[in-house]
């Protein structure tokens, strides 16, 4: 370890090394993970599901991130405390440049049916079951933890970003579980887009709250043919449409890791990301024509309105014909010249 980052820090080798070598994403072309080690700081992807962030990211020129899901097994829970508080002295040791999270929505979806939480009981409302309320307290566990997680980011100036779909109640939450003061340092912003520009079916409007420079960026829905809607079950792939959705586009992926590794220094040559440049547009000028030409001269109206017909004449021929009818009823049934 002599010469590199971790010269004279053994306990921080020890740590790392202590994770299973599946729980490890490589940079292309480093030969095994204690090389990759060397190599410098990593990234810390939490809720990292299929990865696509992390190995975007390794091609940006990240060496190496260590990956934490539960569905990978039980000793990757982010709710065991004894995994927090090493991922905490981890975090606060500088051994990660960035981190990634994308909690899992569960109790703090807006999709739930009837909804277990409302604007007056934002924590759950009265008459839920047993079985709900431990999962809306499991859901502020994680909440309270990735909270922790970014004020350590914060305070060792690692880059991070944290997920949650746009309406989500992650975002919501009062009191000890509010993101009010993270947001009032100014340097956290809301990174907004509709996952449909990246390419996919659905609509997914998702919130990524982040202190990189993709903060206050938006970029969100302009097609013109109804998504697929994240309800119910897809016949086609044996599995609910909210679960398919779950990982993001690749280009999305492409684009965080770009901005995350600029902001890193892994790409200090490269100019910011401006979402603008990575969508499906030829142009910057999203939503317009890729050479408007110039500004069409308005001409000054002339002539009397009156002298404008305004319906169609197959209106004006049915208005007439309705009219006749109601003549010959009046006369028949009132008496002729009721209507004089």
């Known amino acids: 370890m002599r010469g590199t980052w971790l010269e004279g820090r053994e306990e921080l080798w020890a740590a790392l090394t202590s994770f299973k070598r599946s729980q490890f994403v490589l940079q292309e072309g480093v030969e095994d993970l204690d ?36 569905k990978h097994g039980e000793d990757e829970n982010l709710l065991e405390p004894n995994l927090q508080a090493r991922l905490k002295s981890l975090l606060g040791s500088r051994c990660f440049i960035a981190m990634a999270a994308s909690p899992v929505c569960a109790s703090f979806s807006t999709a739930i049916t009837p909804p277990w939480r409302m604007k007056i009981w934002p924590r759950g409302k009265p008459g839920l079951t047993e079985e709900q309320l431990e999962k809306i307290r499991l859901g502020h566990e994680q909440l309270a933890f990735t ?29 000890e579980l509010s993101w009010d003061d993270i947001l009032a340092r100014g340097d956290v912003g809301d990174f ?27 970029q969100l829905c302009r097609c013109t043919k109804p998504h697929v809607k994240l309800r119910g079950r897809s016949k ?32 200090a040559d490269c100019r910011d990301v401006s979402v603008s440049d990575c969508v499906f547009c030829n142009n910057k000028r999203i939503g317009e024509a890729s050479n408007p030409g110039p500004r069409r ?15 169609e004449p197959q209106t004006v021929k049915m208005r007439s014909k309705l009219w006749d009818a109601f003549n010959i009823w009046i006369n028949e049934n009132i008496g002729e010249g009721a209507l004089n």
């Open 35 to 70: 090389s990759a080690l060397l190599k410098g700081p990593g990234l810390l992807d939490l809720f990292s599901g299929k990865r696509g962030f992390a190995q975007a990211f390794a091609k940006m020129g990240c060496s190496w991130a260590l990956c934490f899901d539960l």
């Open 236 to 267: 086609q792939h044996g599995m609910n449409f909210t679960k398919l959705a779950e990982s993001y586009p690749r280009k999305l992926c492409s684009v965080l890791a770009a901005a995350v590794a600029i902001d890193c220094g892994l790409k």
């Open 147 to 175: 909270l922790e997680l970014v004020r350590v980011c914060l305070k060792h100036g690692v880059i991070f970003w944290i997920e949650n779909p746009e309406q989500s109640w992650f975002w919501k939450i009062d009191k």
């Open 297 to 311: 001269r308005q001409m000054p109206r002339d002539g009397d309105i009156d002298d404008i017909q305004l319906l």
């Open 192 to 218: 907004r887009v509709d996952q449909c520009v990246f390419g996919t079916p659905w609509r997914k409007r998702t919130r990524f709250r982040t202190n990189s420079h993709l903060r206050d960026q938006k």
